[in-house]
Nanobody
Framework: VQLQASGGGLVQAGDSLRLSCVASEGTFSDYVMGWFRQAPGKEREFVAAITWTGDSTYYADFVKGRFTMSRDNAKNSVYLQMNSLKPEDTAVYYC??????????????????WGQGTQVTVSS
């Protein structure tokens, strides 16, 4: 599976961005998908995950109410709508495919395929 993330950019605090991740060459629709992020000097952290059906999601506490994850299996794509962005949201954002279909997890070890990342920079 190859994952290609896009949609990052430089925005101001309070703005919105929509990240996209397209999967190719492999099975996508049967698995949980997740978004993670990594800021300079910090470990990669969980942001959001979605079941293969798209009817259940799981979010890190720091993005609840601001970020929304969705997927379109017909397009082999997942999305992360990010609203009310804050400077502390600045990071490289990665999409990843989990090893399971239903078990929503925030543990990086439960994901086996990763995209290359897209940079999100939020200025104050």
């Amino acid at each position: 599976v190859q994952l290609q993330a896009s949609g990052g950019g430089l925005v101001q605090a309070g703005d919105s961005l929509r990240l996209s991740c397209v999967a190719s060459e492999g099975t996508f629709s049967d698995y949980v998908m997740g978004w993670f992020r990594q800021a300079p000097g910090k470990e990669r952290e969980f942001v959001a995950a979605i079941t293969w059906t798209g009817d259940s999601t799981y979010y890190a506490d720091f993005v609840k109410g601001r970020f929304t994850m969705s997927r379109d299996n017909a397009k082999n794509s997942v999305y992360l709508q990010m609203n009310s962005l804050k400077p502390e949201d600045t990071a490289v954002y990665y999409c990843a495919r989990a090893k399971t279909r239903f078990s929503l997890s925030g543990n990086v070890r439960n994901y086996d395929y990763w995209g290359q990342g897209t940079q999100v920079t939020v200025s104050s």
